[in-house]
């Protein structure tokens, strides 16, 4: 069992930024895609970013692509996403995510085995 547990969330206004981050504990994660969710009011939970065991690939979700930055440090057991630009659209409970090894990157979140609770994120006006 992967445990995941988010930080970094809170509320701040357009056009700022925000680093999530994402502690890995229990079994071992750094040969897991990892990969930020998001789910905002009335929404189903939609892919935002993911990266591979090595970072040599990563996906963006269209909507944050040039304003997210998505990173980790297996060393830390930790992944990040650096949120800049910030939008009210952007409001959202922000949840981490892993992915079984593997070559590619999935951006279903149903492909995802563990989950940490999740970190609020909200932009306002």
């Known amino acids: 069992q992967v445990q995941l547990v988010e930080s970094g969330g809170g509320l701040v206004q357009a056009g700022d930024s925000l680093r999530l981050s994402c502690a890995a504990s229990g079994r071992t994660f750094s040969h897991n895609v990892m990969g930020w969710f998001r789910q905002g009011p009335g929404k189903e939970r939609e892919f935002v970013a993911a990266?591979?065991?090595?970072?040599?690939?990563?996906s963006y979700a269209d909507s944050v692509k040039g304003r997210f930055t998505i990173s980790r440090d297996n060393a830390k057991n930790t992944v990040y996403l650096q949120m800049n630009s910030l939008k009210v659209e952007d409001t959202a409970v922000y949840y981490c995510?892993?992915?079984?090894?593997?070559?590619?990157?999935?951006?279903?979140?149903?492909?995802?085995?563990?989950w940490g609770q999740g970190t609020q994120v909200t932009v306002s006006s």
């Open positions: 990266i591979s065991s090595t970072s040599s690939r990563i």
């Open positions: 995510a892993a992915d079984s090894p593997r070559s590619f990157i999935r951006t279903n979140p149903t492909y995802y085995d563990y």
